[in-house]
């Protein structure tokens, strides 16, 4: 796939961020995330990615955000033997690889031709499936077995590109199809949805935000069945504690105004039968 060329439009375009983000990141002699996966593809396409002027800070909290789902996934598949994982928006996301679990029966989620250039580097297995769907068109969900197998999703830089109507018919769609399941994602706070709009990697690709949440109870006011179970937050982890002397302490000031602490977190669900 030497010097192939990437052409995407809007918020597909968006999946090159966290991608390169995260080859930066694995050139670090002590990175928060390596992602061998990363560096590979990028080496493969002939595109400018210093256009997409990814702020430090801003690829700091994507690695951040990887790693503390790749965690997360990781004690569902450990905890849930022979679970189901459905990533969702999977982008050039090597997730699957990372978690490394066997067991796993593994459906990355994307856009027909972000799957299309997926398959170069991610071959399909009889455990790792790649579907090429917007994930607002619910007819992908058939190619999902029905089998009531412990199910986790997980929606990373996805929620904030679709609106609220759109969220909620999609949980409840996979919930009719998987049964129960638990559900991470990142989000915005509404304010922060509204602000980012102007972030230099967003004015690159043109993409736009749609979707904040300020109280993740929200979400169980939706429809029946909905537990919130868990806020994760970027400004205070494990993880941070490696991380250079002054972002720590950047992060601990943040994580005291909750403003800045609810910018951007990540939220854990149980979606149970209706």
Not at 24 to 53: H, M, N, T
Not at 100 to 119: A, C, F, G, K, Q
């Amino acid at each position: 796939m030497d010097g192939h060329r990437i052409a995407f439009d809007t918020e597909r375009e968006t999946l090159l961020i966290p991608l390169y983000g995260k080859a930066v990141e694995s050139r670090k002699r002590r990175p928060i995330l390596y992602d061998a996966k990363a560096l590979e593809i990028i080496q493969s396409f002939d595109y400018d990615f210093s256009a997409l002027k990814i702020p430090q800070k801003t690829n700091t909290m994507m690695c951040l955000r990887a790693k503390l789902i790749d965690t997360a996934a990781r004690a569902f598949v450990r905890d849930h033997p022979h679970s189901r994982v459905l990533h969702l928006g999977c982008g050039l996301d090597s997730r699957y690889v990372r978690i490394d679990d066997t067991n796993v029966d593994w459906y990355d989620l994307d856009h027909p031709e972000v799957i299309s250039i997926r398959r170069e580097f991610f071959p399909e297995t009889d455990t790792y499936h790649l579907i090429g769907s917007s994930v607002t068109e619910p007819a992908w969900l058939q190619q999902v077995p029905s089998d009531g197998r412990p199910s986790l999703v997980v929606a990373e830089g996805l929620f904030m590109y679709l609106d609220e109507q759109q969220i909620k018919t999609l949980l409840q769609d996979i919930r009719e199809r998987t049964g129960p399941y638990t559900l991470i994602f990142d989000a915005f706070n509404v304010f922060t949805s509204r602000m980012v709009r102007n972030h230099p990697s967003l004015k690159k690709t043109g993409a736009s935000i749609r979707w904040g949440i300020d109280d993740p109870e929200e979400l169980t006011r939706w429809f029946s069945g909905i537990q919130f179970t868990e806020e994760i937050f970027f400004t205070s982890n494990e993880v941070i504690d490696d991380l250079g002397c002054g972002t720590r302490i950047t992060y601990r000031i943040a994580h005291i105004v909750p403003m800045a602490r609810k910018a951007h977190r990540i939220l854990v669900y149980e979606i149970g039968d209706a």
